[in-house]
């Protein structure tokens, strides 16, 4: 079976550290573009979960991070992919208390 690797697979995520967040968001924000370019939206509902994560990190917005996540949900399940929505609801209700 030969698989084909797209450059969304391939696509590196800089770590995670609060220094790098800034880089992270770029990051994500440019594998969006190519997964909508190479019509691989399989991994949107993963980038999405992503900025919601990062987003947290840098203490935006309690509503820019809801709707990172409730994307990552909606785009679930639209896929119908009980893993994707599970995985994004835990990392959701993960979260620490808004200030």
């Known amino acids: 079976m030969i698989t084909r690797i797209t ?9 995670h550290t609060p220094a790098r967040t800034s880089e992270a968001l770029d990051a994500i924000s ?3 573009a190519l997964a909508e370019r190479f019509e691989q939206r399989v991994y949107c509902a ?7 994560v990062f987003l947290t990190a840098i203490g935006a917005g309690e509503t820019q991070i809801a709707a990172s996540f409730g ?10 992919s009980v ?3 599970t995985r994004a609801e835990a990392t959701r209700d993960q979260r620490p208390p808004p200030d």
């Not at 450059?7 to 770590?15: H, I």
């Open 7 to 15: 450059p969304v697979t391939r696509y590196p995520l800089p770590r």
């Open 83 to 85: 893993s994707l929505e």
């Open 46 to 52: 993963g980038l999405h979960r992503l900025r919601g």
């Open 71 to 80: 994307e990552a949900i909606r785009i679930a399940k639209e896929q119908n």
């Open 30 to 32: 440019e594998a969006e």
